[in-house]
């Protein structure tokens, strides 16, 4: 027998809910509408300060920082994204069809420095919360709304991307939160909108796209709520003229989607790339060796993490979690063991997508006949909350909280001193850390990848157990035909400096 009354509030008083009747209520800084931009002006300094912390101490991950770099770099010069650090020469766009990189060049040509990216990055994550916050406080209510935004801004997934330096997914979770939002909203234009630009972020993107078609397709065939809160019969009878245009926009969709992926791993890439194809074939075919597949128990425990903390598996009810279908079948395809645990960026994309589809989802079970499940949706959204906030004490924002994180120890300073003694315009040979000093000014090769170029200079970390004095000679069985000599050991590095070097200070980097 059905209870009197819901567990949670009734569809028709959620926006009473989340607006209290006086006019003072709706405006001024404490105004509710204004709750999604003050959740994402926090965490746009959360992640800022975790960035830009991370790359003054010289705790860069990965080398990605300094191929965005030398991209956009490239870019705010008005030349083709040659990036060195992938090979001498090699334009990026035959690696990753990515040029959406290209909107921030002209905040670089003004701040020459990969903090620019870092804080671009920032911004687009933080951007991303407005959406999700301002659909959960909609459908669910001010303080229910406010605590899936805040889960989601410290989600494990948006925590781990900060942590990784820079990539050019970070323009694509604003794309995925407002198309998404917008298929919730049934405002079918702008959810096409918003995933259309999906594809100049990444060439598999496109295949999302596609899916964001699907699920709009879905929600069309089966009928449900205008934004006015008024029900409507989707595609079923004598559907509406708009209905028919919606159909046709979300086969447009998934039509392009699926066509703009195939021309960008088809023609596209292979055009720039040197050898003429799309080098992550081999991620899913597993080159010349024996292909690895994922083992189950890894599979389950990505997914329970993708699913479990963030919706507490209600997400699962919602047919918006078919958007992150394509990425978590391309990660569990490939044989790279790096894509199917939840380590790295990989999961960030992921993270608009469920707690979206958890918002869809907690809307309809308000309305369930099950008591159990309408007290489990009820009580859901401070439990992903307290899920984001528990999680979070060992999760990268953590650093905040530690005074070292603010510290530059005086190693990191001498290494700086020692990098800066590189002129401008050297060829330098390096591997992670000294990048990030170096792509600004210098042509950054990755450290074994010069192609037969003996570069001007070779930064290095001081390698584990081995003497100073053989480093020379290893650099010289390295380039043949050159002579290296020691320049400086400081803070953990070593700069090794060719021999004829006449490199003067100041001069203008190479293109």
């Not at 000014?441 to 001081?462: E, K, L, N, S």
């Amino acid at each position: 027998m059905e209870p009197a009354a819901a567990t949670g509030p009734a569809p028709a008083r959620r926006a009473a809910d989340a607006a209290p009747g006086s006019r003072a209520a709706a405006t001024g800084p404490r105004a509710p509408r204004l709750d999604p931009y003050w959740v994402a002006g926090t965490l746009f300094v959360l992640y800022t300060l975790l960035s830009v912390c991370r790359y003054r101490r010289m705790l860069t991950m990965s080398w990605d920082l300094g191929i965005f770099e030398q991209a956009v770099r490239a870019y705010a010069h008005l030349g083709a994204p040659i990036v060195d650090l992938k090979g001498p020469g090699t334009n990026i766009l035959g690696d990753h069809f990515s040029p959406v990189t290209a909107l921030i060049a002209p905040f670089y040509r003004l701040f020459p420095t990969p903090v620019t990216l870092l804080v671009a990055q920032a911004a687009l994550f933080a951007l991303s919360a407005i959406p999700v916050t301002r659909l959960a406080a909609d459908r669910l209510g001010r303080g229910r709304g406010l605590a899936l935004g805040v889960a989601y801004g410290l989600s494990w997934g948006v925590q781990r991307a900060v942590d990784f330096d820079f990539h050019e997914i970070a323009f694509a979770m604003p794309l995925l939160a407002f198309s998404l939002e917008a298929v919730v909203r049934r405002r079918w234009r702008a959810a096409v909108l918003w995933a259309v630009p999906l594809v100049l972020v990444k060439e598999d993107l496109g295949i999302t796209a596609a899916a964001i078609g699907v699920v709009a397709l879905i929600r069309l065939r089966g009928g449900g709520h205008s934004p006015d809160g008024v029900r409507h019969d989707g595609i079923r009878g004598d559907r509406p003229v708009r209905d028919r245009h919606a159909v046709a926009l979300a086969v447009a969709l998934v039509g392009f989607g699926l066509a703009a992926t195939a021309v960008s791993l088809g023609v596209i890439i292979p055009s720039f790339n040197n050898g003429g194809s799309y080098d992550y074939w081999t991620k899913l075919s597993g080159g010349d060796g024996p292909a690895p597949v994922i083992p189950l128990d890894t599979a389950v425990r990505t997914l329970l993490w993708v699913l479990l903390p963030t919706t507490g598996l209600l997400a699962l009810r919602s047919p918006l979690l078919i958007a992150a279908l394509p990425t978590l079948a391309w990660r569990f395809a490939s044989h790279d063991d790096h894509y199917w645990t939840t380590d790295w960026h990989y999961s960030a994309v992921l993270m608009p997508v469920v707690f979206i589809a958890l918002t869809d989802a907690l809307t309809g079970a308000a309305d369930s006949r099950r008591p159990w499940l309408r007290s489990y949706a009820h009580h859901l959204p401070a439990a992903a909350l307290a899920a984001a906030l528990a999680l979070s004490t060992s999760l990268p924002l953590a650093a905040l909280t530690q005074a070292a994180t603010y510290r530059v120890p005086e190693s990191v300073r001498a290494a700086e001193r020692l990098l800066d003694r590189i002129p401008d315009g050297a060829t330098v040979e390096s591997d992670v850390p000294p990048i990030s000093r170096l792509a600004n000014r210098c042509r950054v090769f990755w450290y074994g990848d010069t192609r037969g170029m003996a570069p001007d200079y070779i930064a290095q970390r001081v390698p584990d157990g081995r003497n100073l004095v053989d480093l020379p000679a290893d650099a010289e069985r390295m380039h043949p035909g050159a002579r290296y000599a020691l320049m400086g050991v400081e803070g953990g590095y070593v700069v090794l400096k060719k021999k004829g070097r006449q490199g003067k200070a100041g001069s203008a980097p190479a293109p």
